[in-house]
């Protein structure tokens, strides 16, 4: 059986789905993007008068989706720590890798106790962000 989570301080998921799904000792985070929990407005992004978007920070939606997974891992009654596995979706490898990889140095400053990770890059996600986390964190039984 698994128990679905849905964080009501978390961002809106962007289709019909729970923020999370916790399966015995796994927590499976459903993909979580760089939007601002109160707006919903995409962190960074720089848009025309016509909406159209011209450019984006992507130090500053490394630390929206951070942020975000963390809420999400609290609501689920885990913590940062718990984080055994990371597949990460960026949308232009060449152009963020290097940024995204300081940032996440900041956030897991020790290699060794850092999750598992796996770095995509892609054409595109389903809103105009940069990047997406999908994590799986690991309760201790």
């Given at each position: 059986?698994?128990?679905?989570?849905?964080?009501?301080s978390?961002?809106?998921?962007?289709?019909?789905?729970?923020?999370?799904?916790?399966?015995?000792?796994l927590?499976?985070?459903?993909g979580?993007?760089?939007?601002?929990?109160?707006?919903?407005?995409?962190?960074?992004?720089?848009?025309?008068?016509?909406?159209?978007?011209?450019?984006?920070?992507?130090?500053?939606?490394?630390?929206?989706?951070?942020?975000?997974?963390?809420?999400?891992?609290q609501?689920?009654g885990?913590?940062?720590?718990?984080?055994?596995?990371?597949?990460?979706?960026?949308?232009?490898?060449?152009?963020?890798?290097?940024?995204?990889?300081?940032?996440?140095?900041?956030?897991?400053p020790?290699?060794?106790?850092?999750?598992?990770?796996?770095?995509?890059?892609?054409?595109?996600?389903?809103?105009?962000?940069?990047?997406?986390?999908?994590?799986?964190?690991?309760?201790?039984?």
């Amino acid at each position: 059986m698994s128990e679905a989570i849905q964080a009501g301080s978390a961002p809106v998921p962007v289709g019909h789905y729970p923020h999370a799904r916790r399966v015995g000792g796994l927590l499976f985070l459903s993909g979580i993007g760089p939007r601002d929990p109160a707006t919903n407005a995409i962190v960074g992004n720089v848009h025309d008068a016509e909406g159209r978007l011209l450019s984006y920070d992507i130090d500053a939606q490394c630390r929206a989706v951070f942020a975000n997974v963390r809420t999400v891992l609290q609501a689920s009654g885990a913590r940062w720590e718990q984080l055994v596995d990371v597949t990460v979706y960026l949308t232009d490898m060449e152009r963020d890798f290097q940024a995204y990889n300081r940032v996440w140095a900041e956030y897991f400053p020790d290699a060794a106790a850092a999750p598992c990770r796996t770095t995509l890059g892609i054409d595109a996600l389903p809103t105009p962000i940069a990047i997406e986390l999908k994590c799986v964190a690991a309760f201790e039984e």
